[in-house]
């Protein structure tokens, strides 16, 4: 194999632990998808626009997976299972790992505006499972956006976008101890995704206690400041 396959199976191995060896990621249908899309963003390139549709739409029957042949997509791009549609004018950068039933959506194509319709993702991106980014937006490199989340509007590197409409988390993006968040998860590495709701909420209200200590110990000196001056004034007024 060639050493950049190698990277690229090697990228998919670190993200996720299932798989024995590089082979078996070779039977990924997120893999077979992406092979399949280089070929057929090369057509679009050349302006062969059926022959690209057909390479797409054989991708889509093979692997449930939709990309539009106009998308452009950087190295190690992960589709971990399957069930993600990307559109034409969607570019994805270095890393971007997206999980099932993902979407980069676009506007509404009957509105009259034309070019950049869909979702600029930036690196090391993970995009959870139903999450869906819409419109020619663009996600911060580092960003995780959460289950189920809906984004409408840009988000800043390294942000965790949770709900409908998606709301950045007071919540730390990388865990100490990693450097992949599986499914984008902000919280513990034990996290489950059908508990996410209560993981998130669990985790503002721990930040927002870190964050009250923080500003009392901050406020002590200046209280008891505070304190003594009033002591003071009230002895001179005696």
């Not at 299932?18 to 679009?44: C, K, M, N, Q, T």
């Not at 889509?60 to 990309?67: N, P, Q, S, V």
Request: glycine share 10%.
């Amino acid at each position: 194999m060639s050493h950049r396959l190698v990277t690229y199976l090697d990228s998919i191995v670190a993200r996720d632990p299932s798989p024995r060896s590089r082979w078996e990621v070779l039977l990924y249908p997120g893999v077979l998808a992406l092979g399949l899309h280089r070929i057929a963003h090369w057509l679009f390139e050349a302006d062969l626009f059926f022959l690209a549709r057909f390479v797409n739409s054989t991708s889509r029957f093979l692997t449930a997976i939709d990309i539009h042949p106009g998308a452009r997509i950087g190295r190690n791009f992960f589709i971990d299972h399957g069930f993600v549609v990307i559109g034409e004018t969607a570019d994805i950068g270095d890393n971007v790992t997206m999980y099932q039933g993902s979407t980069l959506g676009g506007t509404n194509p009957t509105n009259g505006v034309g070019g950049k319709r869909h979702p600029t993702i930036g690196d090391d991106v993970i995009v959870s499972l139903g999450a869906a980014i819409l419109g020619p937006i663009s996600v911060g490199a580092g960003a995780r956006i959460g289950a189920n989340a809906v984004v409408t509007k840009d988000v800043p590197e390294g942000a965790t976008m949770v709900g409908i409409p998606a709301k950045q988390t007071l919540v730390e993006v990388t865990p100490e101890t990693q450097n992949f968040v599986p499914y984008g998860t902000p919280c513990s590495e034990r996290f489950d995704p059908a508990t996410q709701k209560l993981e998130i909420l669990q985790c503002e209200v721990e930040t927002l206690q870190k964050r009250l200590a923080q500003l009392m110990n901050e406020r002590g000196p200046a209280a008891a400041k505070q304190s003594a001056g009033r002591k003071r004034g009230e002895k001179k007024s005696a």
